[in-house]
């Protein structure tokens, strides 16, 4: 079975661009999470999306959005770039129970 | 607010010895709780789990204890191998299905051949 893949997986934007990310989950996995993870923060949740439906989300600002696509496939979108926004951004699907999931091997972004 | 906290952020130790990670929790409500491995460039690696209702689960190498009341839980690697050199990340979360986790800030573990 593939496992979970991003897209792409190193990224260099400037302050104020946006940015849009790509998760494909393990076949047949309907849940998609998405988290941050900055040395000083360590990994934090961004959002989780089920059925094309966000059903969690977490402490980010309204810049940090996503979705879902009917094939499970997930998307991430941060708009107006700061700096701070610098972080490997990791996508994990999942079935029903939290140890099912299953990361990817995450984006490098930069913001310069 | 960090609800899940790791200290000593690194660990050295040798070959065939016992490592333990530690991580404690403040969320009496998390009733699930994993370690994931991650090596540089690559995503967390789910390593083993235990819930609430149990105070220890063994795979392999790996054993998980849980104190509850204590708000506590740790994995103990035995013996260690350097193969096991990497980021150990503690994670809680719910058993209701929702797939939310709160995870501490990772232990780098460095096991000396």
């Known amino acids: 079975k593939a496992g979970v893949t991003q897209t792409p997986r190193y990224l260099i934007k400037t302050r104020g661009q946006q940015v849009t990310l790509s998760c494909s989950p393990i076949s047949g996995h309907r849940s998609v999470s998405w988290y941050q993870q900055t040395p000083g923060q360590g990994l934090q949740f961004l959002f989780e999306y089920f059925s094309e439906t966000q059903r969690n989300k977490g402490n980010f600002p309204g810049r940090f959005s996503g979705r879902q696509f009917s094939n499970s496939r997930s998307e991430m979108n941060v708009s107006t770039l700061e700096l701070g926004d610098s972080a490997l951004y990791l996508c994990a699907s999942s079935g029903l129970a939290p140890d099912t999931q299953y990361f990817g091997p995450g984006t490098r972004l930069t913001v310069l | 607010d960090q609800q899940v906290k790791q200290n000593s952020p690194s660990l050295s130790v040798q070959e065939g010895r016992i490592s333990i990670l530690n991580c404690d929790y403040t969320?009496?409500?998390?009733?699930?709780f994993l370690w994931y491995k991650k090596y540089p460039a690559e995503g967390p690696t789910f390593l083993i789990s235990?819930?609430?209702?149990?105070d220890k689960n063994e795979d392999g190498r790996f054993t998980v204890f849980l104190n509850k009341s204590a708000k506590h839980l740790s994995l103990h690697i035995v013996p260690s191998q350097p193969g096991d050199s990497a980021v150990y990340f503690c994670a809680a979360g719910f058993s209701d299905g929702n797939n939310r986790l709160a995870f501490g800030k990772g232990n780098q573990v460095v096991v000396i051949p």
């Open positions: 235990i819930s609430s209702i149990k």
């Open positions: 969320n009496s409500m998390f009733d699930y």
